[in-house]
T-cell receptor
């Protein structure tokens, strides 16, 4: 079945460090790919998305490129801030009758000043 | 403001005592769903609804019920809660993925932390 695998956390970085969170997927159809972020005590909110191969999603300095050949959607940011501390979820959707998002297990990021 | 509202945010209850977690959205979304979030397992879908009076099981439906009598509301019902249902629950809504497609964005509530003792 469809699935998402993302790197285990937690990840601890110093402010202004480069961030990569790896995400790979398995899907039978042509999924859309998402990164959601969960700040402490809050629900999930969409960070960025990409709907077809080679699309790049970007928001708040974060980027991810939909790579069909490697079935990947790695999240990157050039210079993290303390306010980026959160849990990040990679997810896919193939739409259809169930229409649900399939999530990775989440990666907790802590950024130290 | 567009939002999904869940209540309560925190709940401690005893085994077997029926409870309901409410969820309401103000975006006129057709599609609503419930997820539970557990450490090391990520989010798993419990139930979903494509429209009023249309509900179906997700990946982990055992021990839960839902109803969709109105478009904006999608309550989650635990008829006889057990300790293994201790979890963080999220309600989500979006436009219909059948018509909008796979790229439709989901909006999440702030979560309900349930503890069953």
């Amino acid at each position: 079945g469809d699935s998402v695998t993302q790197m285990e956390g937690p990840v601890t970085l110093s402010e202004e460090a480069f961030l990569t969170i790896n995400c790979t997927y398995t899907a039978t159809g042509y999924p859309s790919l998402f990164w959601y972020v969960q700040y402490p005590g809050e629900g999930l909110q969409l960070l960025l998305k990409a709907t077809k191969a080679d699309d790049k999603g970007s928001n708040k300095g974060f980027e991810a490129t939909y790579r069909k050949e490697t079935t990947s959607f790695h999240l990157e940011k050039g210079s993290v801030q303390v306010s980026d501390s959160a849990v990040y979820f990679c997810a896919l959707s193939v739409g259809g009758s169930q229409g649900n998002l399939i999530f990775g297990k989440g990666t907790k990021l802590s950024v130290k000043p | 403001e567009a939002q999904v509202t869940q209540n309560p945010r925190y709940l401690i209850t005893v085994t077997g005592k029926k409870l309901t977690v409410t969820c309401s959205q103000n975006m006129n979304h057709e599609y609503m769903s419930w997820y539970r979030q557990d450490p090391g397992l990520g989010l798993r879908q419990i139930y979903y609804s494509m429209n009023v009076e249309v509900t179906d099981k997700g990946d982990v439906p055992e021990g839960y019920k839902v109803s969709r009598k109105e478009k904006r509301n999608f309550p989650l019902i635990l008829e006889s809660p057990s300790p293994n249902q201790t979890s963080l629950y999220f309600c989500a809504s979006s436009f219909n993925p059948l018509t909008i497609g796979a790229n439709t964005e989901a909006f999440f509530g702030q979560g309900t932390r349930l503890t069953v003792v």
